[in-house]
């Protein structure tokens, strides 16, 4: 369930929060804030799960992941499934102790995405696409479960599709750390299919990812220190990309752990609006 390499948790974490704090402006109730976060965690936890057991045939082959216990033998194939299970009936278990009817279909609709996102490896290259459709998924599911009423997208779409694009940038740095392995035990990535052109892909997710968080902190009326924190964002996206520029797995790893910190700074940018007086 990777409990000991937390990344995974705070890029979940920071997205979450700002659909929160949009959600709720900026006033989010502790219960509500309890649930986001312990759902956090139990949701990267299932999807560690479902991800080891659909390449455990594979990740044998690949030197960062030939430890991992359903790799290694160590853990049962049924021994995982009934793991991602039960962390998927917990999830479920969360939103039912505060949301509605409609909150609890878009969590199953969460959960499927979740379930799917790592067999998509083997039949298309935009893998990452998957993911970042499970990770923008928060956002529907916390707008409905801090507004009780029908979702309506609009008010949503853009803090949506920011995520999205986000999570397509941060995992395809993480997708160049495995290339060679991975096309030698023909695991598909966006790396895989942009080749040489994969950090220009993504410089224009994270373009289109700081366009959508500046047009969802127009629609609810942001001010000056969330402008700063997209500032300073698209600084650390272009560290980000200068950092991988020689396609190095050390470099492109450390550009994609640094994206917590961009999740952080925008998350402490934005709950620093809502605090200081317009």
Known sequence: MR?????????????????????????????????????VVVMRAAGCVINDFADRHWDG??????????????IRPR????????????????????????????????AGLTALYPFSKRVTHLPQLLLGLCWAWSVPIIFSLQWQTALHWQPLLPLFVAVLLWTVAFDTFYAMVD????????????????????????????AGALLGLAVAASQYQRGTSFAVGLAVAALLFAR??????????????????????VGLWLFVALLVDYWLPQ
């Open 3 to 39: 409990l000991d390499r937390p990344i995974g948790s705070y890029l979940l974490l920071w997205p979450a929060g700002w659909a929160l704090l949009l959600a709720s402006d900026g006033r989010p109730s502790l219960t509500l804030c309890a649930v986001v976060v312990a759902g």
């Open 61 to 74: 082959a690949v030197a960062r992941t030939a430890e991992r216990p359903l790799a290694t033998g160590e």
């Open 79 to 110: 021994q995982a499934l009934l793991l991602f299970v039960a962390l998927l009936s917990a999830a479920l278990l969360l939103v039912l102790a505060v949301g509605n009817q409609q909150t609890l279909w878009l969590a199953v609709a969460g």
């Open 179 to 206: 290339r060679d392995d991975d096309r030698l035990v023909g695991i598909k990535s966006t790396a895989v299919w942009a080749g040489e052109r994969e950090l220009l892909l993504i410089a224009l997710c994270q």
């Open 240 to 261: 980000q990309l200068w950092w991988a520029r020689g396609r190095q797995r050390d470099a492109c790893f450390r550009a994609f752990l640094n994206n917590h910190w």
